[in-house]
C-alpha cells in the first residue's frame, strides 16, 4: 500500500472552492435558519393556538422527512410544479434554511421554557412589562442553555452540507469526487476532506467554547 | 387598601378559593396562616393578579384590577412582592437587581437609582454586596436583597409569600428582622408564613384560612389564645 498525496494537491483549487462553497452555505443557512427559527418560537409561545399549531406542524414536517428528500423536493419536484428553477446552491440554501429553522425554533422554544418560573413572576411584581422581561429577563438566561443546541445546530449543518453533492452542487465531497475522477486515487482525496471537515468543526467548537465562558461569567464568581 | 369581594379561583377542576372577602387598611400589617395548600399563598397572589380570580373582584386601592382594561402593570409596579425562593435576576449583579426595575419602570437617571439603592442596602446591612453576583450570596442575604429591590419600587404594598420558607434555620432571623423593621413604617403588609410566633408579633391582624375559605379574623392574641374553629385550634396545636 502506498498514498500519494501529491496527486491530490495538485487539484487543490478544487478543494479551496469547494471548502468556500461549504464554509458559505453554512454560513447562510445558520443566519437564515436563526432568523426564521427564531420567528417560529416566537409563534410557539403565544397564546393563539392556530399559530401554535401551525409552527408545530412546520417543525414536525421538516424534523419527520430526511434531508435528502426534502433537498431533491425543492430542487427537481418544486420546479416541475411552479416552473422556476433553482441553481443548487439556491436549492441547497432554501432546504438548510427551511430546515434548520425547525430545529432552531424547537432549541429556541425549549430555553425559554426553561427558564425559572420565578423569574417571569418577580418580573412581572415589579411592573416590567412583556417585551423588556424578555428581552433583558428571560433571554439573556435562556441564551445559556439555548448556546450549546445552536453550536450543534452549525456543526450539523456543516456536515450535511455534503448531502448537496447529491444534487450536483460542488462543495466539497463533490470537489474530492473530482478528483477521484481524474486521479483514480480514493483514499487521499476523502481523507483530506475529512481533515478540513474536522478543522472546520473544531474552530467552531473552540469559538463557541469561548462565547459560553463568556455568558457564563456571572456564575464564575460563586 | 385591598378589597377581596367574592373571589373564587379555579386551577382546572380544582376550586382553590371559595368566596373569599377581605378587607385590608392602609398601614395593616396582616399575615395568613393556614395550612399548606389552604389557599393562602393564591390570595397573595391574586392581589397583583399573578394569579387571576376565575370570578369575583379584587380592589386595590380604590380600583378594581379585575376589569379587563386596567393596565396591570401600573397595579403592579406600586405592589412589592417577596418569593419563597427570592428570585433574584442571576446574570444581574445585586446594584443591576436593584435598578433595573426603577430605572425601566419608574424611568428615574441611573444616578438616582443607585442613590436610593445604596440607602436601601444600608438598610439591609448589605451595601457592600453591591458589584456581586446572586450565586455568591447566601439565601439570607439573596432574601433581603429581594426584599431591598422590591422596596427600590417605592411600593404601597408589600406581599411576603412564605419568605424564610427556603432558608436555612440560622438565616431565619436576619429576614425576619428586616420586615419586622419594615412593618414600623406604615407601608401595608400582607404576609403568608409558617412562623407563628414572627406572626404574632408583627401582625396587626390574623387571617386563617382553611380549604379555600378565611375561617378566623382576628388579632393575634385573640387567634392564638382563644381561636374559634375547631379547625383553626386542631392546626395551633399541631404547630405551636
Redesign the interface.
Known amino acids: 500500500m502506498k498514498l500519494d498525496f501529491s496527486s491530490v494537491w495538485q487539484y487543490w483549487p478544487f478543494l479551496y472552492h469547494g471548502a468556500l462553497l461549504t464554509l458559505k452555505i453554512t454560513l447562510i443557512c445558520t443566519v437564515l435558519g436563526f432568523i426564521l427559527g427564531t420567528l417560529l418560537s416566537l409563534l410557539k409561545l403565544t397564546k393563539c393556538k392556530p399559530l401554535v399549531w401551525i409552527a408545530n406542524f412546520y417543525t414536525s414536517i421538516f424534523r419527520g422527512t430526511p434531508l435528502l428528500v426534502q433537498l431533491c423536493i425543492i430542487h427537481f419536484g418544486i420546479p416541475q410544479l411552479i416552473g422556476i428553477t433553482f441553481t443548487t446552491t439556491q436549492s441547497g440554501i432554501l432546504t438548510f434554511s427551511l430546515n434548520s429553522a425547525a430545529y432552531v425554533s424547537e432549541i429556541l422554544r425549549g430555553g425559554i421554557v426553561g427558564v425559572?418560573k420565578?423569574?417571569y413572576?418577580?418580573s412581572?411584581?415589579?411592573?416590567?412589562?412583556y417585551k423588556?422581561m424578555m428581552k433583558?429577563?428571560i433571554f439573556?438566561?435562556a441564551i445559556r442553555s439555548i448556546l450549546p443546541g445552536l453550536v450543534n445546530e452549525g456543526i450539523s449543518l456543516l456536515k450535511e452540507s455534503s448531502i448537496l453533492s447529491y444534487i450536483g452542487a460542488v462543495e466539497l465531497l463533490r470537489a474530492a469526487d473530482q478528483i477521484t475522477v481524474l486521479t483514480f486515487r480514493f483514499f487521499e482525496p476523502y481523507l483530506v476532506i475529512a481533515l478540513i471537515y474536522y478543522v472546520m468543526v473544531m474552530i467552531l467548537t473552540l469559538f463557541a467554547n469561548r462565547l459560553e465562558r463568556w455568558l457564563n461569567r456571572?456564575?464564575r464568581?460563586? | 387598601m385591598i378589597e377581596f369581594h367574592k373571589v373564587y379561583k379555579n386551577f382546572g377542576k380544582l376550586e382553590v378559593l371559595k368566596g373569599i372577602d377581605l378587607n385590608i387598611e392602609k398601614g395593616q400589617v396582616v399575615t395568613l396562616i393556614g395550612p399548606s395548600g389552604s389557599g393562602k399563598s393564591t390570595i397573595l397572589r391574586c392581589m397583583n393578579l399573578l394569579e387571576r380570580p376565575t370570578s369575583g373582584t379584587v380592589i386595590i386601592d380604590g380600583q378594581d384590577i379585575t376589569k379587563p382594561k386596567v393596565d396591570i402593570q401600573d397595579v403592579r409596579k406600586n405592589i412589592g412582592m417577596v418569593f419563597q425562593h427570592f428570585n433574584l435576576f442571576p446574570h444581574k449583579t445585586v446594584m443591576e437587581n436593584m435598578t433595573y426595575a426603577p430605572i425601566k419602570v419608574n424611568k428615574l437617571s441611573k444616578a438616582d437609582a443607585e442613590t436610593k439603592a445604596l440607602e436601601l442596602l444600608k438598610r439591609v446591612g448589605l451595601v457592600e454586596k453591591t458589584d456581586v453576583y446572586p450565586g455568591k450570596l447566601s439565601g439570607g442575604q439573596k432574601q433581603r436583597i429581594a426584599i431591598a429591590r422590591a422596596l427600590a419600587m417605592e411600593p404601597q404594598i408589600m406581599l411576603f409569600d412564605e419568605p424564610t420558607s427556603a432558608l436555612d434555620p440560622e438565616m431565619v432571623k436576619e429576614v425576619l428582622k428586616v420586615i419586622q423593621d419594615l412593618s414600623h413604617t406604615g407601608i401595608t403588609m400582607v404576609l403568608v408564613t409558617h412562623e407563628m410566633g414572627f406572626a404574632r408579633e408583627v401582625s396587626d391582624r390574623i387571617c386563617f384560612i382553611d380549604d379555600g375559605q378565611i375561617l378566623e379574623d382576628a388579632s393575634p392574641d385573640e387567634f392564638f389564645q382563644h381561636p374559634k374553629t375547631e379547625r383553626a385550634q386542631a392546626f395551633l396545636e399541631k404547630v405551636l
Open positions: 425559572d420565578g423569574q413572576e418577580a412581572m411584581s415589579l411592573g416590567v412589562g423588556d433583558d429577563i439573556p438566561q456571572s456564575d464568581v460563586s
